[in-house]
């Protein structure tokens, strides 16, 4: 269409500015429903994403843990029967592992610096843990697997830890006991910010699993193997090949229960991020109940206004306006009118976001692609519902139209 259409519609639309933004306010309400109701779901997904990653590290990982089937109840404890070894046969045997790592771990250690005592999570770990979870350290360096072999009384730690016993001053190079042992602060982690209920993941020590085994902890199983995946996208795959792998070694057959559990960040977040609940599909049908009944009163309001505008269809059509023009003319202002509604909508969804993310805590963020798409439907359907009576409009003759004129 040309721009002299467009300009005759955006005239006739301020013309009857009332009307047009009765056509529009349904459309708008729409867009900020949907909008709003996204950008909510959006906003608890990467809320739980970010804490899972500050209590997990990086995603793309199984993990291996005692426990299973097996377990009698929630608070029996259980079995622990993973070790060295099996971590060792995961890494040889699966495919799509691209590193395996370690656990030990105390949550509550005793820890000493000077007259300074208290607890801490202390963890016994594999060289390779910081790089398997996209740690980054402040300062320092992680320990070797030199040093896990040669069971050095090195630690590395966490930030937190680090500035409530060293305060003012560098941890490196000064002595720290853990478990009643002495070590020497070799780095410190940069901050991970709290993992899920707001636990800190910044209240822990690493020091090398062989250490952690023969001298703090005195011994032999695992409390969680991590592993790294080749390919993230085949993780269902290689949990299922770890899992079978690791029944093998255990020598469980037929239906004998798992002594041990197989688990995916990803799968746990997707549970915990599950926020397409009864009140979020409700709202997004009110969002999409409103777009159609903004274009039904779109459509409305353009049939009524084909009955006042007689005399100016009539008008058009005698100074050699086609029925062409006239379909063009009236819906081009369905879709002008479907489009500002649209944007409009946008503009205050994203505002309310905003204010709603700061003013009140919420974790709320815009998910952009789905904006664009409401966008797009909310043009689309002002463009529908403003064909037909546009069509109407233009097959209407000139000798009705000036018969019924005013």
């Given at each position: 269409?040309?721009?002299s259409?467009?300009?005759?519609?955006?005239?006739?639309?301020?013309?009857?500015?009332a009307?047009?933004v009765?056509?529009?306010?349904?459309?708008m309400a729409?867009v900020?429903?949907?909008?709003?109701?996204?950008?909510?779901?959006?906003?608890?997904?990467?809320?739980?994403?970010?804490?899972?990653?500050?209590?997990?590290?990086?995603?793309?990982?199984?993990?291996?843990?005692?426990?299973?089937?097996?377990?009698?109840?929630?608070?029996?404890?259980?079995?622990?029967?993973?070790t060295?070894e099996?971590?060792?046969?995961?890494r040889?045997?699966?495919?799509?592992?691209?590193?395996?790592?370690?656990?030990?771990?105390?949550?509550?250690?005793?820890?000493?610096?000077?007259?300074?005592?208290?607890t801490t999570?202390?963890?016994?770990?594999?060289a390779?843990?910081?790089?398997?979870?996209?740690?980054?350290?402040?300062?320092?360096?992680?320990?070797?697997?030199?040093?896990?072999?040669?069971?050095?009384?090195?630690?590395?730690?966490g930030s937190?830890?680090?500035?409530?016993?060293?305060?003012?001053?560098?941890?490196?190079g000064?002595?720290?006991?853990?478990?009643?042992?002495?070590?020497?602060?070799?780095?410190?982690?940069?901050?991970?910010?709290?993992g899920?209920?707001?636990?800190?993941?910044?209240?822990?020590?690493?020091?090398p699993?062989?250490?952690?085994?023969?001298?703090?902890?005195n011994r032999?199983?695992?409390d969680?193997?991590?592993?790294?995946?080749?390919?993230?996208?085949?993780?269902?795959?290689?949990?299922?090949?770890?899992?079978?792998?690791?029944?093998?070694?255990?020598?469980?057959?037929?239906?004998?229960?798992?002594?041990f559990?197989?688990?995916?960040?990803?799968a746990?977040?997707?549970?915990?991020?599950?926020?397409?609940?009864?009140?979020?599909?409700?709202?997004?049908?009110?969002?999409?109940?409103?777009?159609?009944?903004?274009?039904?009163?779109?459509?409305?309001?353009?049939?009524?206004?084909?009955?006042?505008?007689?005399?100016?269809?009539?008008?058009?059509?005698?100074?050699?306006?086609?029925r062409?023009?006239?379909?063009?003319?009236?819906?081009?202002?369905?879709?002008?009118?479907?489009?500002?509604?649209?944007?409009?909508?946008?503009?205050?969804?994203?505002?309310?976001?905003q204010?709603?993310?700061?003013?009140?805590g919420?974790?709320?963020?815009?998910?952009?692609?789905?904006?664009?798409?409401?966008?797009?439907?909310?043009?689309?359907?002002?463009?529908?519902a403003?064909?037909?009576?546009?069509?109407?409009?233009?097959?209407?003759?000139p000798?009705?139209?000036?018969?019924?004129?005013?």
């Amino acid at each position: 269409m040309s721009a002299s259409v467009w300009a005759l519609a955006g005239r006739n639309l301020r013309r009857h500015l009332a009307r047009s933004v009765l056509m529009g306010i349904g459309l708008m309400a729409g867009v900020v429903c949907i909008t709003l109701t996204e950008a909510t779901g959006e906003g608890a997904r990467r809320a739980v994403a970010q804490s899972f990653k500050a209590m997990i590290g990086a995603l793309d990982v199984l993990f291996v843990q005692p426990g299973g089937s097996a377990q009698r109840g929630m608070t029996t404890p259980a079995a622990n029967t993973l070790t060295a070894e099996d971590a060792a046969a995961i890494r040889q045997a699966v495919p799509n592992v691209q590193a395996v790592g370690a656990q030990q771990s105390d949550l509550g250690a005793a820890t000493e610096v000077g007259a300074k005592g208290g607890t801490t999570v202390l963890f016994g770990s594999t060289a390779n843990w910081a790089n398997i979870r996209g740690d980054s350290l402040a300062s320092g360096a992680f320990f070797s697997n030199e040093d896990d072999t040669a069971l050095a009384r090195v630690a590395v730690l966490g930030s937190d830890v680090a500035h409530d016993y060293f305060p003012g001053s560098s941890p490196l190079g000064q002595r720290i006991w853990l478990g009643g042992v002495e070590f020497e602060v070799v780095g410190v982690l940069a901050p991970n910010g709290a993992g899920p209920g707001g636990i800190s993941m910044d209240n822990l020590v690493y020091i090398p699993l062989e250490t952690a085994r023969r001298r703090v902890f005195n011994r032999d199983n695992l409390d969680l193997i991590s592993v790294k995946l080749a390919s993230p996208g085949a993780w269902s795959e290689t949990q299922t090949a770890v899992h079978g792998l690791v029944r093998q070694r255990h020598g469980l057959a037929g239906e004998q229960l798992d002594d041990f559990r197989v688990s995916s960040p990803r799968a746990m977040i997707a549970r915990v991020a599950n926020v397409d609940t009864t009140l979020r599909k409700a709202l997004l049908w009110v969002g999409a109940l409103a777009l159609l009944i903004g274009g039904a009163v779109i459509a409305n309001l353009m049939f009524a206004a084909t009955a006042s505008r007689r005399f100016e269809i009539a008008t058009r059509r005698a100074v050699g306006a086609t029925r062409a023009d006239i379909l063009r003319q009236f819906w081009a202002e369905a879709v002008i009118v479907a489009f500002a509604a649209a944007t409009l909508g946008t503009v205050l969804a994203v505002a309310a976001v905003q204010v709603g993310a700061r003013a009140m805590g919420m974790p709320l963020a815009v998910s952009w692609p789905v904006t664009a798409g409401v966008v797009v439907a909310t043009v689309v359907v002002g463009a529908m519902a403003g064909y037909i009576p546009a069509r109407r409009a233009a097959r209407l003759a000139p000798s009705e139209a000036l018969r019924t004129a005013p």
